[in-house]
């Protein structure tokens, strides 16, 4: 009997400890069915929630891949930009990433101009030394040679269909942020500001603006601005002399924008004020580029010779005081000038009494003399005739009575109080 409850046991332990639970389990009818067999198929296990799924697989999209653009810098140039349709004299803007903002910010400066337009013709990256990835001389001889014939030119012998000429009035450049690296010479290649780079550079400086001032356009060379790093700054520096020497040199003005974009100690500024006074900020991220408040104020700088060129009045400066009329100096009652161009009449005067007679001058001090009384100052003092002081004699004096007084003694001739002259 024993042996009998034992195997029971064993059986019920093995049946509870492997058999998988299910609704129909909480019985004896399924306990003897995991015993013996039998009877209706076990139900699957339920499907796992979404959340304990495991992830699967993204499908994979094939995206197509967008076309690169040509960069700005690698194209070559193409039709300037839409200037106004009453533009008939129109400025160019050569140069690098600088330029583009000293073109936006002219465009914007000379809204009250349209018969004015501006032409962007600035190239990113761009400069002197890789004259392989665009040839700043080359593209200034195209441009020149694009220019439109002056009207008293005699005609030549022109070609069936000639190819449209460009109005060039101005030319702007501004370049050298993209400058600090090897120059090729022939074979070789040259470090940056070398003796030998910058007899090179020079060259190609005269060469972009030797085209334009043989065509008689009048030429602009734009300095760069401080920028944040001091070794950069400090390069910047010397390309600014070398534009002021050989643009000068070549015929053209150069424009020293450094100061206007440094702090007071003449470093790298991101704030500063613009155009209207505000401070705001000038520079871009990087401490190279200009905001477009930085471009508004670069091209304030420029307008003056840009109008002056162009036959344009230059506008006032916006803190300059109103002038009086020409003859204001001539009378001492505006109001009597205002009458007179209103054509009204003038007003009576009245009778105005008679002046009175000036009042005498002064009479002058009389001199002073060079030296007083000499007293002698070892003498010893004594009372008149050698008498005694007696009750009737021991008056005090004047002086002695003005000192008790508080009273000051009178200024003696010649003394150091006596100021009579």
């Known amino acids: 009997m024993s042996r009998r409850v034992l195997l029971a046991a064993v059986v019920v332990t093995a049946s509870l400890g492997f058999a998988p639970a299910s609704a129909e389990d909480n019985g004896i009818g399924g306990f003897f069915q995991h015993l013996f ?3 209706a198929p076990q139900p699957a296990a339920p499907a796992p929630r979404p959340s304990d799924a495991a992830p699967s697989p993204r499908p994979t999209v094939a995206h197509k ?3 690169p653009t040509a960069p700005r810098e690698a194209s070559a140039p193409t039709a300037p930009s839409t200037p106004p349709p009453s533009a008939s004299k129109f400025v160019y803007v050569l140069g690098d990433s600088l330029a583009i903002s000293a073109a936006d910010g002219l465009t914007d400066d000379l809204q009250t101009k349209p018969d004015i337009g501006v032409i962007d013709r600035a190239r990113d990256a761009s400069g002197l030394v890789r004259d392989d990835y665009f040839d700043w001389p080359k593209a200034a001889h195209d441009l020149v040679a694009a220019k439109e014939p002056p009207k008293d030119a005699k005609p030549g012998a022109t070609p069936s269909s000639p190819p449209p000429k460009e109005k060039i009035d101005f030319v702007i450049v501004m370049l050298g942020i993209n400058d600090m690296q090897a120059m090729k010479d022939g074979a070789t290649f040259v470090d940056p500001l ?3 780079w910058k007899a090179l550079y020079a060259q190609r400086i005269q060469a972009v603006v030797a085209p334009l001032r043989a065509a008689h356009v009048p030429v602009v060379w734009v300095g760069l601005p401080p920028m944040r790093s001091d070794k950069f700054n400090a390069q910047m520096i010397e390309l600014n002399q070398m534009f002021k020497e050989n643009v000068e040199r070549a015929g053209a003005k150069f424009i ?3 100061d206007a974009f440094a702090d007071q100690s003449g470093g790298f500024d991101a704030f500063g004020p613009n155009i209207e006074g505000q401070k705001v900020k000038l520079r871009g991220s990087d401490g190279i580029h200009l905001t477009a408040a930085g ?3 670069l091209a304030h700088f420029l307008d003056a010779d840009v109008l002056t060129a162009l036959g344009e009045a230059a506008p006032p400066p916006s803190n300059d005081i109103a002038t009086l009329p020409p003859d204001i100096g001539r009378t001492n009652d505006i109001n009597e000038q205002i009458r007179r161009e209103m054509g009204e009449p003038a007003p009576v005067e009245a009778a105005r009494p008679p002046e009175a007679a000036p009042a005498p001058e002064p009479a002058k001090p009389a001199p002073k003399p ?8 070892a003498a010893r003092p004594v009372s008149p005739g050698a ?3 007696s009750p009737t ?3 005090l004096s004047d002086a002695e009575q003005a000192l008790r007084r508080g009273d000051p003694p009178p200024a003696a001739p010649g003394r150091a109080d006596d100021f009579t002259r």
């Open 295 to 297: 471009g508004k104020k």
């Open 370 to 377: 060079e030296s007083g009384a000499v007293a002698s100052l």
């Open 393 to 395: 004699s021991a008056r």
């Open 387 to 389: 008498q005694l002081v």
């Open 256 to 258: 020293d924008i450094f």
């Open 37 to 39: 067999g039998g009877g």
């Open 65 to 67: 891949r967008k076309k």
């Open 194 to 196: 070398s003796d030998r």
